[in-house]
């Protein structure tokens, strides 16, 4: 069983930054495939950011056009920890976060496992 951790969520101002952290155990974490997601109230969760397994040619990272340039998702296999830094933050960043994990999550967008989420809030 993997146990996927959130945290640093919160309430920022348009325009801040927040760096959300997932503490993943339960699995050898660098053999995965990592992601984000998120949920607005009202709306379907929806894919964020993706980060590949480590390979001979490093982790390869993608991210949905509404995000690009703003955030950016990384890993440190040493830590077994997924980060986002998310940067520029606009009013509808407002959602849950959650951290997930997959076997070929980068290409599929659909995880096997979630964490419980952190609440992003940004405010005018």
């Known amino acids: 069983q993997v146990q996927l951790v959130e945290s640093g969520g919160g309430l920022v101002q348009a325009g801040g930054s927040l760096r959300l952290s997932c503490a993943a155990s339960?699995?050898?974490?660098?053999?995965?495939?990592m992601g984000w997601f998120r949920q607005a109230p009202g709306k379907e969760r929806e894919f964020v950011a993706t980060?590949?397994?480590?390979?001979?040619?490093?982790?390869?990272?993608d991210y949905a056009d509404s995000v690009k340039g703003r955030f950016t998702i990384s890993r440190d296999n040493t830590k077994s920890t997924l980060y986002l830094q998310m940067n520029s933050l606009k009013l509808e960043d407002t959602a849950v976060y959650y951290c997930?994990?997959?076997?070929?999550?980068?290409?599929?967008?659909?995880?096997?496992?979630w964490g419980q989420g952190t609440q992003v809030t940004v405010s005018s």
């Open positions: 997930a994990s997959g076997d070929n999550l980068y290409y599929t967008r659909v995880p096997d496992f």
């Open positions: 339960g699995r050898t974490f660098s053999i995965y495939d």
């Open positions: 980060i590949s397994r480590i390979t001979w040619s490093g982790s390869r990272t």
